[in-house]
């Protein structure tokens, strides 16, 4: 940032009076204007005879007086707009918490907000339990026995009948369905007895269990569709003992206060620590210069000034705090007071701000 000292430059000319003959287009008149405006600056023997430009450069601490973070409300709802309903009622329940603690509306900006839905799957609302048991049969039969009892087995909604290694040799299932385990076991065995009841008529009695299986039906799911909203509001404080405060109330409303805290100097407090610093560092420019000529010359008074500040001011820092804790439940559940909050911004940043300028040089002549 770039800025000329106007007030330094009028310092010295703003009690001289130029005579109406300055005006004048006469070269002859206009160098006897300007020989006459040194005569009032630097007296009757002194004649400026140039310029001499210098600079200095000093490193300034500025400590920081703001804080800037973000915080994420995600509700979920039946609807779109049950879930905004559910997130604006709890946002509007932090800004007036925020109000109270003296945080302006204008310092808090809400820098996202996004509607989505998602599908997932969930247990129906009927949790009784089902069983399910099975039984694997053997059973050996020639080709044409096979024939007449495959249409047994599609009466009975048998439909995974396998052949084994030996070619009479085949295998399939039996199952039912009940409100317990006794109950499933039952009806599989009284289907059981009826197929070998039918499989003997047929002829085919040669007729085993392979192997049993009773257990518990897993729950069916349904697709159930979902509906969020995401809203994340920034905040600005410039008193960061209430930063701690925000988070706790952040975390009772169930928000998540997002790791992008970020330290800044406002330009409020910027141009009140460089006015400060100006004079004095106008001051060691001016001696500088004074230095440079030696003394068989004078400074004379400056006809530029420029300041240029190169700052790089703004730090994002991790936020970094300790708490103390209340273990409930067994330790599950944990919850935080505001003092315990820990916020450590940085100490200070620096800047660097050069003053550079150009002052005439002053011989004072012998009488």
């Known amino acids: 940032m770039k800025k000329k000292i106007a007030s330094i430059l009028l310092l010295n000319l703003s009690l001289i009076l130029i005579p109406q003959a300055a005006y004048s287009t006469v070269p002859n008149e206009n160098l006897a204007n300007t020989l006459e405006l040194q005569r009032l600056k630097y007296g009757n023997n002194a004649v ?143 289907k059981y007895q009826l197929i070998i009841n039918e499989l003997a008529k047929l002829g085919i009695n040669d007729i085993s269990v392979a192997s049993y299986d009773n257990q518990v039906i897993s729950p069916k799911t349904e697709t159930v569709k979902k509906y969020y909203v995401r809203n994340t509001l920034q905040v600005k404080v410039n008193n960061f003992d209430l930063i701690g405060k925000i988070i706790v109330k952040a975390q009772e409303l169930k928000m998540t206060v997002n790791n992008d805290i970020s330290y800044n100097v406002s330009e409020l407090e910027k141009n009140r620590i460089l006015a400060q610093y100006e004079q004095s560092i106008y001051d060691k420019l001016t001696a500088k210069a004074a230095r440079l000529l030696g003394k068989q010359y004078q400074l004379g008074v400056p006809t530029h000034l420029n300041s240029d500040e190169n700052s790089h001011i703004y730090s994002i820092q991790p936020r970094n705090y300790s708490y103390s804790q209340k273990v409930l439940n067994a330790g599950q559940a944990q919850s935080f007071i505001a003092d315990s909050v820990d916020i450590q911004p940085p100490s200070e940043f620096s800047i660097t701000l050069t003053m550079s300028g150009s002052f005439e040089i002053v011989k004072i002549l012998t009488q």
């Open 48 to 190: 400026v005879i140039g310029d001499i430009n210098t600079s200095i450069t000093e490193t300034i601490k500025l400590k920081p007086d703001t804080a800037e973070f973000s915080i994420t409300y995600i509700t979920e709802g039946s609807s779109p707009n049950d879930a905004s309903n559910r997130n604006t009622a709890n946002m509007k329940a932090l800004n007036q918490y925020l109000n109270q603690l003296g945080i302006k509306n204008e310092d808090l900006t809400t820098i996202a907000y996004q509607n989505y839905e998602h599908e997932q799957q969930q247990p129906i609302a009927d949790k009784s339990k089902r069983y399910n048991s099975k039984f694997a049969v053997n059973v050996n039969m020639t080709n044409k026995q096979f024939f007449d009892a495959v249409k047994l087995f599609d009466k009975n909604n048998i439909d995974d009948i396998k052949q084994r290694v030996d070619n009479n040799a085949y295998i399939f299932s039996l199952e039912a369905n009940g409100d317990s385990a006794d109950q499933a076991k039952q009806l599989a065995q009284q």
